[in-house]
């Protein structure tokens, strides 16, 4: 997977799961049905007025139920309408994050030598491969000059992290 393909992948659904739970918590929440019923609902009220009969101890003790059995009714509504806006999304996100590890980004990875450390690659760039002789617009010598092949140290000397701690750390005098 291509790094664009990724940011592509990851901003639609983002912007999917928004634009799901815009719509759907505008239809589900704010355009709310008269079927559903709480405790000040006209169909709550209406049911207070004609079952609750008898003294002020029945007539309290009918509504107080009425309005507990419409407060569960209307929790129960309520929270399946949550649902039904916050858990598609979530699926959805969750989807989205086992799909990108199981299908990484893949970097180019540049040459590696075989023992892949710094010093090693570097010392593959400061081989300069000699001219052939009678090379067109080479300088050749009357004479052989001593051939001696350089190292990295040799160029641009570096120590070691080992040494370096070495030569900080003050030692007793003998």
């Known amino acids: 997977m291509t790094k664009s ?18 719509v759907v918590g ?21 049911r207070m007025a004609t079952q609750c009969q008898g003294s002020f101890r029945d007539r309290y003790e009918c509504k107080e139920a009425i309005i507990v059995e419409s ?10 309408r949550f649902l039904a806006v916050v858990v598609p999304p979530l699926l959805l996100s969750a ?18 030598d075989e023992g892949g450390d710094w010093k090693s690659r570097a010392q593959m760039h400061t081989k300069a491969p000699t001219p052939p002789p009678g090379h067109a ?10 051939q001696r092949p350089f190292s990295l140290d040799d160029i641009a000397p570096v120590d070691d992290w080992k040494t370096r701690a070495q030569n900080k750390t003050r030692h007793p005098p003998k």
């Open 26 to 46: 505008w239809l589900l929440f704010v355009m709310m049905p008269a079927s559903v019923e709480h405790h000040s609902s006209a169909a709550v009220k209406d």
């Open 95 to 112: 989807w989205l994050s086992s799909y990108l590890k199981r299908n990484p980004v893949r970097m180019h990875v540049r040459h590696l």
């Open 71 to 80: 407060g569960r009714d209307t929790f129960w509504t309520m929270a399946g």
């Open 137 to 146: 617009g080479g300088f050749e010598p009357e004479e052989e000059m001593p």
């Open 5 to 22: 393909k990724r940011n592509f992948l990851v901003w639609s659904v983002t912007v999917s799961c928004i634009a799901w739970m815009a």
